[in-house]
């Protein structure tokens, strides 16, 4: 069964730094578009970042200049290097992955695959 595994997730005081990580599984990272979307209870979950097979990435406008999304296709594991955090990230970051070589939309609904999630928590 394809699995995603988040980790790196804890708690920083703003203006730290965070690197998650998804180990994936029976998927390969390199081969489909892959990304980040955190979500607090309650709301809607939100696209963070994308890369599509071909390099193409996609930043939410709140973390754009800050978050950079990449992957290590050796290891088939999906990075999220988060800097100069703030306590508007705190979240439950998830680690998806859609079932296209090139990247689809920003909503959720067009990922198929979905990890359990790490949560992030940055404190003032």
């Known amino acids: 069964q394809v699995r995603l595994v988040e980790s790196g997730g804890g708690s920083v005081q703003a203006g730290g730094s965070l690197r998650l990580s998804c180990v994936a599984s029976?998927?390969?990272?390199?081969?489909?578009?892959v990304g980040w979307f955190r979500q607090t209870p309650g709301s809607e979950r939100e696209m963070v970042a994308r890369i599509g097979r071909y390099g193409f990435t996609a930043y939410a406008d709140s973390v754009n200049g800050r978050f950079t999304i990449s992957k290590d296709n050796a290891k088939n594991t999906l990075y999220l290097q988060m800097n100069n955090l703030t306590p508007e990230d705190t979240d439950k970051y998830y680690c998806a992955a859609a079932l296209s070589t090139a990247c689809p939309g920003s909503r959720a609904a067009d990922f198929y695959y979905w990890g359990q999630g790490t949560q992030v928590t940055v404190s003032s």
């Open positions: 029976k998927f390969n990272v390199s081969q489909y578009c």
